[in-house]
């Protein structure tokens, strides 16, 4: 058995964290859960924990990452020339696309993963769709770049869930893929669905799941393959939706009617399902996926970066959609930046204040997060639930001062100090214990942007 003491814990269903809190955990899943004291200094009891490991600052559950590429991290600080849009930036990510291979993907994701453990995230959602080699031949092991993202994350310590995206069309008229898109396709939904039943990883920080890439990119008549082959095998299922005005557009032109709509009626929305962004939904949209209890993945960082809008996030939750977050393109990984945007981002759209709560806040970071990408057991400090205990100093120059419950909008990734994923220690006063983050996120970054020797 493992104990530590936190000197203050978020607990589920406390509108603030809890002072004094004393953590069990035996095998990676939480015994014990124990405030020690109420306010005012710690009792006598306190004193005899020789054997807890202390934890000072906030702990909080682990932070789950629910969409995430893990190559795009390659971009970061890359693509700011110039004026440009989605598209502009698509065009630059798929230069980055061409030049990985199982090897480097490995190198790229681990040190990408690890940034992720530094920054709290004990969990990801690796949407995935670089599945192929040049040209689109498959690789001798045609899921050799999945188990290369399945070895990235055992080394960065952190549970992946692995989204294995259909991507089939180069637009919603079912044009076919060219270019480097050729290496995302399978040919079809039930080829796709043989691929990914062919991979059947073993280890405990692994779970698959589904994926559509968008109505862009699975034809209308093949989405219900996709969709089915994930309830059949009771997993999550997560799209790309509506994060460009541009798609809504084409979607109407083609099926005449919106990608929401579309995906209704090809029985893809659902409690099992994940619409990433839901950027610009229509009313009746927003409707579809609350009524269908659809989960709503909001990416703030990267829709901001990518100048793609600010979604009615507040008007999805409110319709029934549970909220999770996301660090999508990692121009930005910091989940704290993540949650604190969904209340920011709806004051500026609506010039008011006060929509989400901090425990609204956490929610999406943590519990709902994990919901998302088919983790029932974690992402909340209760007994029965995985030991993932997130600590955040609070006398660091951002957090000195700031109640604990206000640590949501003021503290940042890198107040980040220890980060236990299943009851394993990743990173310990700010450092990760196994991976060289910096040098390894140079190194890797190096390999696939330089220029090609001749
Ligand atoms: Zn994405």
Not at 48 to 67: E, I, K
Not at 83 to 99: E, K, P, Q, V
Not at 105 to 128: S, W
Not at 154 to 164: Q, S
């Amino acid at each position: 058995m493992t104990r530590w003491l936190a000197e203050y814990a978020w607990l589920p269903d406390r509108a603030e964290p809890t002072r004094d809190v004393l953590i069990e955990a035996t095998d990676g899943r939480l015994t014990a859960v124990t405030p020690l004291t109420g306010d005012g200094p710690p009792t006598a009891g306190v004193e005899v924990l020789g054997d807890a490991v202390r934890l000072p600052g906030l702990t909080v559950p682990g932070l789950a990452n629910a969409h995430s590429h893990a190559f795009h991290r390659a971009l970061r600080g890359r693509t700011h020339d110039g004026r440009g849009d989605f598209w502009s930036w698509r065009s630059l990510m798929y230069a980055i696309a061409t030049r990985l291979d199982p090897d480097t993907y490995l190198a790229l994701a681990r040190a990408v993963y690890a940034e992720m453990a530094l920054a709290g995230i004990t969990c990801v959602g690796e949407f995935h769709y670089l599945h192929h080699g040049p040209g689109g031949t498959p690789y001798d092991d045609p899921n050799a770049m999945s188990a290369a993202l399945v070895e990235a994350a055992a080394h960065a310590g952190i549970r992946l869930t692995l989204l294995d995206t259909a991507y089939l069309a180069g637009g919603v008229d079912g044009a076919p893929l060219t270019g480097p898109q050729r290496r995302f396709g399978d040919g079809d939904a039930l080829r796709w669905a043989a691929r990914v039943d062919a991979f059947g990883p073993a280890d405990d920080h692994v779970r698959l799941g589904a994926a559509i890439h968008s109505v862009r990119a699975v034809p209308a008549e093949q989405l219900a393959t996709v969709a089915g082959w994930a309830d059949r095998n009771g997993l999550p299922l997560h799209v790309h939706l509506s994060e460009q005005p541009a798609e809504n557009d084409a979607c109407r032109a083609v099926h005449g009617c919106t990608p929401t709509r579309l995906l209704a009626d090809h029985g893809v929305l659902g409690p099992h399902t994940t619409a990433v962004h839901a950027t610009h939904p229509t009313a009746a949209d927003v409707a579809l996926l609350g009524d269908s209890r659809t989960r709503v993945c909001v990416c703030p960082t990267t829709e901001r970066d990518l100048a793609d809008g600010v979604g009615p996030v507040r008007r999805m939750a409110d319709a029934g959609s549970p909220l999770s977050l996301g660090s999508d393109s990692n121009a930005v990984v910091d989940l704290f930046e993540e949650a604190r945007a969904l209340e920011m981002d709806e004051r500026l759209r609506t010039r008011r204040r006060g929509h989400f709560t901090p425990v609204e806040l956490l929610g999406a970071a943590t519990v709902g997060g994990h919901a998302a990408l088919g983790w029932g057991d974690a992402g909340r400090l209760a007994v029965g639930q995985r030991a993932d205990l997130v600590t955040v100093r609070l006398d660091s120059a951002r957090t000195a001062g700031v109640p604990p419950a206000g640590a949501f909008f003021a503290a940042t990734a890198a107040d980040v100090t220890s980060v236990i994923v299943d009851g394993r220690p990743v990173v310990d006063g700010g450092r990760h214990l196994t991976v060289d983050v910096p040098t390894e996120l140079r190194d890797a970054i190096a390999a696939v942007t330089a220029k090609e020797d001749s």
